[in-house]
């Protein structure tokens, strides 16, 4: 089993659209949570950190679930450019090792 | 200007080449890493550095050496290419413990 899985889509929707991905990871010990954007043939960015409160950025909900050792992500009113590959990242054990799911490519139709 | 320069952006090699891929940061951060990307594989972790002294093996370190050369550069050796290692490299670095990595531009090798 991989540490972190992702549904690897491609998500078709229309704009204005809500749309949400999950994230699972295996290690119970992961200790933060990150979700990168990555557009086509391009490097990742990071999009957003995962709080364990939840955390919100304009039309973007990230939230964790420890005890099912899930992440999910939500975008609100889908947008043509929100079109991309979105990376869940997990920091598993110390120091700073980001372990990479597979990525989820959305695309967003007119 | 770009703050992780990678070099080159695109090569073409054939099998048992030695290759050279370059990673140049201008933040200022003491770790760096190389990662390689392969379609539905995401990103694995080949090597990382957390200071100029200090050389790690990642994931998939296997026919693959790097060289800290000073803080801001760290470079990734292939020995002897091979075709299974036809990929899109990515150096980045990060300051310890935020989690946010800076990622160059990438370097597409292909190895025939």
């Known amino acids: 089993r991989k540490e972190v899985e992702q549904d690897p889509g491609p998500f078709n929707v229309p704009e204005g659209a809500t749309v949400a991905f999950n994230c699972t990871y295996s290690?119970?010990?992961?200790?933060?949570f990150f979700w990168y954007r990555q557009d086509c043939r391009k490097e990742p960015k990071l999009l957003m950190s995962v709080y364990s409160s939840g955390n919100e950025d304009g039309r973007f909900t990230a939230q964790l679930n420890r005890a099912s050792q899930y992440i999910s992500l939500l975008i609100r009113d889908s947008k043509l450019s929100d079109s991309a590959t979105y990376l869940c990242?997990?920091?598993?054990?110390?120091?700073?090792?980001?372990?990479f799911g597979g990525g989820t490519r959305l695309m967003v139709k007119p | 200007d770009a703050d992780v320069t990678q070099t080159p952006r695109n090569r073409i090699t054939k099998t048992g080449k030695r290759i050279m891929l370059e990673c140049s940061q201008t933040k200022g951060h003491d770790r760096m890493y190389w990662y390689r990307q392969d379609p539905g594989l995401g990103l694995r972790l080949i090597y990382y550095s957390f200071d100029v002294k200090d050389i790690n093996k990642g994931e998939i370190s296997d026919g693959y050496s790097v060289s800290r050369q000073a803080q801001a550069k760290f470079s990734l050796s292939l020995e002897s290419a091979i075709p299974n290692q036809t990929a899109l490299y990515f150096c980045?670095?990060?300051?310890?413990?935020?989690?946010?990595?800076?990622f160059g531009e990438g370097s597409r090798l292909t190895v025939l």
């Open positions: 290690n119970s010990a992961s200790q933060s």
């Open positions: 990242v997990v920091n598993i054990g110390a120091g700073n090792m980001l372990t």
């Open positions: 980045a670095t990060t300051a310890a413990y935020t989690g946010e990595l800076f």
